[in-house]
């Protein structure tokens, strides 16, 4: 069974950077379809941001994140990246990584998250 692990979180000014890490143990990102980023504010529903497809690494963006978040993977490291630039305190969130079997399935593994706040 996978576990995913999300680092990188913190407290960030408005306009700053945080690069958050999602490392996957127990197995590797090839045996799945696709990785995504999601977050959650205190009193929201949770908000899909980027995934990427292993294979082909086709990725697709919220348009709220587009232009100033960029997902990456290695495949040696079994880690995704996910750069967040010109942070807004909107932004404020927890971030969780996911996992995607296939096309036709929805993501059903998650880690538990790492919490990036932005402040204005």
């Known amino acids: 069974q996978v576990q995913l692990v999300e680092s990188g979180g913190g407290l960030v000014q408005a306009g700053g950077s945080l690069r958050l890490s999602c490392a996957a143990s127990?197995?590797?990102?090839?045996?799945?379809?696709?990785v995504g980023w999601f977050r959650q504010a205190p009193g929201k529903e949770r908000e899909y941001i980027v995934s990427i497809t292993w294979m082909g690494g086709i990725t697709n963006y919220a348009d709220s994140v587009k232009a100033r978040f960029a997902i990456s993977r290695d495949s040696a490291k079994n880690t995704v990246y996910l750069q967040m630039n010109s942070l807004k305190p909107e932004d404020t969130a927890v971030y969780y990584c996911?996992?995607?079997?296939?096309?036709?399935?929805?993501?059903?593994?998650w880690g538990q998250g790492t919490q990036v706040t932005v402040s204005s």
């Open positions: 127990g197995r590797t990102f090839s045996m799945y379809y696709a």
């Open positions: 996911a996992l995607k079997r296939d096309p036709l399935r929805g993501y059903d593994s």
